[in-house]
T-cell receptor, first 113, second 111 residues
């Protein structure tokens, strides 16, 4: 069966520090991968998606970036965090495009101080 | 108008009650619809897909009304464990990468 991992689970970082969040998927190959952010009291906002190694599409201009160095690895990064980057970051995978279902990892809760 | 709209609630209902949530969407080209459940501080988990003819999974029934562009979720015989936030999800259209999430409807089932 497929599983999706994210780490770390929680993170407290100062403003201006760098960020690296990692997501890996097991039990499938060539998944579509997604990064979402959920701010308190708000819906999930799609940040990036990837349909293959090295292929990244950005949904929202911001100070975050994403990379996919391996088929089942998706990394979210920032060179300098802002207070507004605080939130719950969720990685998801799907076996293809809609109407196929997305499955979420456990998430990383980020607090920028 | 938001792409996907839900009543945020909370809906406070006693155990055993029947409760229904609606969700409206703006893109008439949307073809895939889902309900996810999200517990406090946890990731969303798929509850059920929503099919054109409507579908049922135990105590849960989902309906789609394309003409009025809304989907619904009915929960019968509510359990304490049903307390969660229910997210309505709509795809941007067949073959798209984009899934639009509502902000969720919070349900509290009371003993």
């Amino acid at each position: 069966s497929q599983t999706i991992h994210q780490w770390p689970a929680t993170l407290v970082q100062p403003v201006g520090s760098p960020l690296s969040l990692e997501c890996t998927v097991e039990g499938t190959s060539n998944p579509n991968l997604y990064w979402y952010r959920q701010a308190a009291g708000r819906g999930l906002q799609l940040l990036f998606y990837s349909v293959g190694i090295g292929q990244i599409s950005s949904e929202v201009p911001q100070n975050l970036s994403a990379s996919r160095p391996q088929d089942r690895q998706f990394i979210l990064s920032s060179k300098k965090l802002l207070l507004s980057d605080s939130g719950f970051y969720l990685c998801a995978w799907s076996p293809g495009l809609a109407p196929l279902t997305q499955y979420f990892g456990p998430g990383t809760r980020l607090l920028v101080l | 108008r938001k792409e996907v709209e839900q009543d945020p609630g909370p809906f406070n209902v006693p155990e055993g009650a029947t409760v229904a949530f609606n969700c409206t969407y703006s893109n008439s080209a949307s073809q895939s619809f889902f309900w996810y459940r999200q517990d406090c501080r946890k990731e969303p988990k798929l509850l059920m897909s929503v099919y054109s003819s409507g579908n049922e999974d135990g105590r849960f029934t989902a309906q789609l009304n394309r003409a009025s562009q809304y989907i619904s979720l009915l929960i019968r015989d509510s359990k304490l464990s049903d307390s969660a936030t229910y997210l309505c999800v709509v795809s941007g259209g067949s073959g798209t990468y984009k899934y639009i999430f509502g902000t969720g409807t919070r349900l509290k089932v009371l003993a």
